[in-house]
């Protein structure tokens, strides 16, 4: 069998669901653990690999905003948003929906216009120098309930930086119903965002139903138990609207019990638009070139079919156009070359 990861390491790719915080890698957590030292987070990059051993989803959640305190000042931000950025340029990813959480740094005492000119300035700088183009989810920290809401809207609509173009809803979905979150995604939508909340992974299908009924969503987040419901994967094939899928996240919180237990196989059957990501990637110990590894292994994939799937991202994206167009033919030269060597 073919070695696939060599073609993908150089896949041009596009990435739609992955954390900002969730994204900093053991050396960027090391300096900032180091530069703020009463946090509890350690300092050493091993230590810090066994820190980011989950348990379940809620200890997941508890290291997850540990590693939010860590994000204190706006200069804290830039270094941690350009740094992401040069990961993905080493992997060839051409272009990101990163999520970000605003409240998480707003309510810690950053100021909101020196957070939002932060982030803006590590976009422009990894256009420019790295040439990976980023553009903002801002999501509503489910957990943090209403007010968190009420903020991230209003922080969303008010501020509105120049790389936002979609509105969110992530932390845990148990005892956090999507419905109560209709007037924040409402106004959202109404400034024109775009909507796309995590549903269904930790819950059932009737949590994607809300999302897409309530929240209005585009997109899906996970949507792993959509699998349960035919009528629904129907609704998501004949609307295009794709599913976010993070196979190695589901399994590190133990939303999937084992990799060849993924219902990925299950979605792409039943002709739903399936993107790969990877959420918190070195938190879950993986990268997107991984998750495009486990993909290519769980759906019996070829070059063809890889490059089938990182064109399902650009699809679903919300690039512009003429953008979408640049990345899918960078796709299809790059396939060509690769297959004619
Ligand atoms: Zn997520």
């Not at 422009?124 to 790295?130: H, R, T």
Request: charged share 25%; glycine share 6%.
């Amino acid at each position: 069998m073919t070695d696939l990861h060599p073609f993908i390491a150089g896949l041009p790719k596009a990435e739609l669901h992955v954390h900002h915080v969730g994204s900093a890698s053991p050396r960027i957590v090391s300096e900032l653990a180091a530069r703020h030292p009463d946090s509890k987070v350690p300092t050493d990059p091993e230590a810090l690999v066994d820190y980011f051993t989950f348990t379940d989803f809620a200890h997941f959640v508890e290291v997850y905003l540990s590693v939010v305190d860590l994000v204190r000042t706006p200069e804290d931000v830039r270094l941690l948003t350009f740094e992401i950025a040069r990961d993905m340029a080493r992997q060839n990813i051409r272009y990101a929906e990163l999520t970000i959480t605003p409240y998480s740094s707003t309510r810690r005492g950053i100021d909101e216009r020196a957070f939002m000119e932060a982030i803006e300035d590590a976009r422009k700088a990894a256009e420019a120098e790295l040439g990976v183009v980023l553009r903002w989810c801002f999501d509503i920290p489910g957990e943090a309930g209403l007010v968190a809401a009420e903020e991230t809207a209003r922080l969303a609509v008010d501020l509105r930086p120049e790389g936002l173009v979609s509105f969110g809803l992530g932390g845990p979905e148990i005892g956090v119903p999507r419905p109560q979150f209709k007037p924040y995604f409402d106004r959202a939508v109404a400034a024109g965002l775009h909507s796309v909340p995590h549903a269904g992974e930790t819950t059932g299908p009737q949590t994607i139903w809300d999302a897409l009924n309530d929240l209005r969503a585009e997109r899906i987040g996970h949507g792993t138990s959509a699998v349960r419901d035919p009528a629904l994967l129907a609704h998501l094939a004949e609307h295009r609207i794709a599913l976010e899928v993070c196979p190695t996240s589901n399994i590190a919180t133990r939303a999937v019990a084992r990799l060849d237990e993924h219902p990925i196989k299950e979605m792409v059957a039943a002709g739903v638009l399936v993107t790969i990501n990877s959420d918190d990637p070195p938190m879950f110990g993986t990268d997107l070139n991984n998750e495009y590894a486990v993909a290519a292994r769980l759906l019996e994939l070829d070059e063809h079919g890889l490059a089938s799937l990182a064109k399902n991202a650009v699809e679903a994206s919300f690039l512009d156009p003429a953008g979408k167009a640049r990345i899918a033919a960078e796709i299809d030269t790059y396939t060509d070359a690769w297959l004619a060597r």
